[in-house]
């Protein structure tokens, strides 16, 4: 069982930063993979970026590649997700997804409850 909290997102201004957290429990993060998905207002939710099993390659969605980076720091059991250069398409409510399935691919079967990001222009 693993637990997923975001926290910092918030408004910012097209071209600002902010820095989402996902703070992980139950098990550690080394234990399997994690990433980030984002969902607007009327469109599906997608896929943003992720770790691989071993926490040692990163895949990013072709709209965020050069504006965002996701990291993690295992002491803390916690996960990242750097977003800089934000746009006013950036909005959306982000949510932290943990895969415990060891299916191909990334396959989450837990999520946070999500934290808003607003960009405006």
């Known amino acids: 069982q693993v637990q997923l909290v975001e926290s910092g997102g918030g408004l910012v201004q097209a071209g600002g930063s902010l820095r989402l957290s996902c703070a992980a429990s139950?098990?550690?993060?080394?234990?399997?993979?994690m990433g980030w998905f984002r969902q607007a207002p009327g469109q599906e939710r997608e896929f943003v970026s992720r770790f691989n099993w071993s926490g040692e390659r990163t895949y990013y969605a072709n709209s965020v590649k050069g504006r965002f980076t996701i990291s993690r720091d295992n002491a803390k059991n916690t996960v990242y997700l750097q977003m800089n250069s934000l746009k006013p398409e950036d909005t959306a409510l982000y949510y932290c997804?943990?895969?415990?399935?060891?299916?191909?691919?990334?396959?989450?079967?837990?999520w946070g409850q999500g934290t808003q990001v607003t960009v405006s222009s």
């Open positions: 139950g098990r550690p993060i080394n234990s399997y993979a």
């Open positions: 997804a943990a895969d415990l399935t060891r299916l191909p691919g990334f396959q989450p079967n837990y």
